[in-house]
């Protein structure tokens, strides 16, 4: 009997340490829901994120260190991606252009995010001449080439990094806030939303308690696919010298400095195309599994 009752009071350690052990999976079999290929992408930004931060860290070479005795080494084992004209290290400063590309990229994103959702909100909330008036900007801006309407917003502020973020802010919230007004007349009349509305609730609680948690899916599926091109537009103007200017590292002012060396030195484009190229497939291939999921679970 008191085997029986120190069995039912005392906890079961082999039980505790399970639960211990199984902290962390929730998370992993959340990743591994969206299938290979959306794995496959989530490694890929892990690892690049990882590089970003710690390569310039831990690297012997700082970022801006210059050495004129290595001037265009070839890739080896002490520089893995070369060095440049002024014998900067290549890796540490394709790492540290990581940190600067896509910290760059996901704050353009927040800011047309933040921006198009609560335009959207209100032009589909309110209806009407608000909602007329969001749309057709909207549609005017949509309308423009964007990489040219990006180039002539940078050229009026001056070339810097935070310039070509405001400058694609300035067209990139209006595809956000079209896609958000769709949904938000789409759920607005829903028996929630009414019942809401019959309580007393206030407009802005209803557009951010009620109505917004039962569209972000798509929302999100966008501005996942969006990374990719968000990062190839910032990388194009900084490579047409509008963004980032040196010696701040960023990939797409790299890939300018590399063109005149190009026919000599064809690993100072390579390289930091490489990086480009592996962070668009890595949030390709996690946006498409996250649009399938969400596809698939609706």
């Known amino acids: 009997m008191a085997s029986l009752i120190r069995a039912s009071v005392l906890p079961d350690t082999r039980q505790a340490k399970r639960r211990d052990w199984s902290v962390g999976i929730p998370a ?8 290979i290929a959306g794995m496959t992408g989530a490694a890929i930004l892990t690892c690049m994120i990882v590089m970003a931060v710690a390569v310039p860290l831990v ?5 801006a260190e210059t050495r004129s005795g290595e001037r265009l080494r070839e890739p080896e084992f002490a520089h893995p991606f070369g060095t440049d004209r002024l ?35 209100l032009a589909g909330h309110a209806g009407g001449g608000i909602d007329m008036v969001v749309m057709r900007v909207a549609d005017v801006i949509m309308a423009l080439p964007t990489l040219v309407l990006g ?12 310039t070509v973020v405001i400058a ?6 209006a595809g956000y806030a079209r896609v958000t007004r769709t949904l938000v007349r789409q759920v607005r009349n829903e028996p929630f939303v009414e019942a809401s509305r019959a309580i007393g609730a206030t407009p802005w609680r209803i557009a951010t308690r009620e109505v917004l948690p039962h569209i972000w899916g798509p929302i999100i599926v966008m501005a996942a696919l969006d990374v990719g091109s968000l ?13 980032a200017q040196p010696p701040t590292p960023e ?35 996690l946006g498409t599994a996250l649009r399938q999921r969400i596809t698939t679970s609706v």
């Open 151 to 162: 180039i002539v917003v940078a050229a009026l502020f001056g070339p810097a990094l935070l």
């Open 28 to 35: 992993f079999m959340a990743i591994r829901r969206l299938g």
């Open 87 to 121: 014998g900067r290290d290549q890796f540490t400063r394709a790492a540290a252009a990581g940190r600067t590309s896509l910290t760059a990229t996901f704050l353009a994103l927040a800011l047309s995010l933040t921006i198009g959702v609560g335009l959207g909100l």
């Open 168 to 173: 694609t802010v300035s067209f990139w919230w």
């Open 251 to 285: 990939w797409g002012l790299m890939l300018a400095d590399g063109r005149a060396y190009f026919m000599d030195a064809p690993f100072l484009m390579f390289f930091p195309g490489l990086m480009i190229f592996l962070c668009v497939l890595g949030v390709n291939l």
């Open 59 to 63: 690297s012997p070479y700082g970022i």
């Open 231 to 243: 990062l190839m537009t910032l990388s194009g103007l900084s490579f047409l010298g509008l963004g």
